[in-house]
């Protein structure tokens, strides 16, 4: 009777968790239709705006029109490759409502984990976990707009980047949204709809997802820390390059250095122990110089973008500053200045612009104390970039605290 009795609970728990399951994949459907319709609808209002605007210009005296065509021809084309100027701009391709393009490199196909503290951890390896949904990622999206359309009137380019972390790529799919897994809902959705919500007449959203993807079973990721690796971050800049039009660095023609022993934030958090993990950074074949102000308000100069003391994530721009001013020596640096406004995440991100811009100004906007608008006017910067990870930017208070600037 006992057998019986369990026999019959074992049998209800499984109808259950298959009731469940399904449940699941009705609300997964059901979302992936509402972001495709929004998609849809703002793909048509553009395409209407578009058609009006054309109509609108075609309008004028044909006299009037020949001019232009003239003056434009005329013009010389120094700034054939600088990303301020919209015909270098290629929309990026639809970011993927599945959580990878790539599989991942599984272990035996069996292990689980377990949530330790506010982290998943999974092979030794610790998770930021991902509750923004699609309608999380608007206040954001609203943000870019209102900035974007701010530094247009003064002819500044902006470029939006949002970057996927830890738990997107590197947790197998089986262990997602199961009951032997983990809750954690995509990001591939949520960055499909702030970039669907910008507005693409004064931002270009960066596709970064489908490059990271491409490369999930390299080490993009640490395991100890919340980051990305140099590497990951490499493979980011790549696809801006590819998506605006530019030459990317090759690191093959940098010298790598690498620090042993790096234990990070999540090392704090697990209660088990974590792999331990190595910091890559690349040194450039040209010279840049580096002016990095402090929040103490203090100066000091380097000879590079990277702490050579440092042993921990910290090697990337010295860490966490309002602001430093790189000037570049890079024979390929010939598409003027920009500024990137980042947290943390853009700290490996930064350096590899070096290679193309002239002078990189790296805001972090947590500390940075002025105006972007007037500051860019100051500093003929024609590019801006937003950089953010993906937990910063479903935070109010990040985003709020980068309405301070603008």
């Known amino acids: 009777m006992e057998n019986f009795d369990e026999n019959k609970d074992r049998e209800e728990r499984r109808r259950q968790r298959k009731q469940k399951q399904k449940q699941q994949q009705l609300k997964t459907r059901r979302t992936i239709i509402i972001v495709l319709s929004v998609l849809i609808v703002i793909l048509l209002i553009v395409m209407v705006c578009a058609c009006n605007r054309s109509k609108k ?14 003056a434009q021809n005329s013009s010389t084309p120094d700034s054939q490759q600088n990303v301020s100027e919209p015909s270098t701009v290629q929309k990026p391709a639809p970011l993927p409502t599945a959580t990878t393009t790539n599989p991942l490199a599984d272990d035996d196909g069996q292990s689980v984990g377990q949530m330790e503290g506010s982290v998943y951890v999974w092979n030794q390896q610790a998770f930021e976990l991902f509750y923004g949904d699609p309608d999380m990622a608007q206040p954001y999206a609203e943000f870019i707009n209102k900035a974007s359309e701010k530094l247009a009137s003064d002819g500044i380019k902006t470029f939006s980047i949002i970057v996927p972390n830890h738990v997107e790529f590197g947790l197998p799919e089986r262990l997602k949204n199961t009951d032997e897994g983990v809750t954690t809902l995509s990001q591939a959705e949520y960055i499909s709809a702030a970039y669907g919500s910008m507005n693409p007449e004064f931002t270009a959203p960066i596709n970064v997802y489908d490059k990271l ?22 493979y980011a800049y790549t696809a801006f390059a590819e998506q605006t039009g530019l030459t990317p660095l090759s690191l093959a023609d940098c010298t790598e250095q690498s620090i042993d022993g790096f234990t990070g934030s999540l090392t704090n958090i697990a209660e088990s122990q974590l792999k331990e993990d190595s910091v890559h950074y690349w040194q450039f074949p040209y010279a840049v110089s580096n002016t990095i102000h402090t929040t103490d308000g203090t100066t000091y100069e380097l000879d590079s973008c990277y702490s050579e003391v440092a042993e921990s994530y910290g090697v990337f721009l010295e860490g966490d500053n309002p602001l430093e001013v790189i000037k570049s020596e890079s024979p390929a640096a010939t598409s003027g200045k920009v500024a990137i406004v980042h947290e943390s995440y853009g700290n490996a991100f930064t350096p590899y612009l070096t290679y193309n811009f002239s002078e990189v100004y790296s805001i972090d906007f947590r500390s940075w104390e002025g105006n972007l608008g007037e500051f860019c006017k100051e500093n003929g910067i024609s590019n801006v970039i937003f950089l953010n990870g993906v937990m910063s930017s479903a935070t109010q208070m990040q985003i709020d605290s980068m309405e301070s600037i603008i």
């Open 213 to 234: 993807s491409e490369h999930n079973n390299e080490y993009i990721y640490f395991n100890s820390d919340h980051h990305w690796t140099g590497l990951g971050a490499y």
């Open 57 to 70: 210009n075609n309008g004028g005296t044909e006299n009037s029109t020949q001019s232009s065509t003239s």
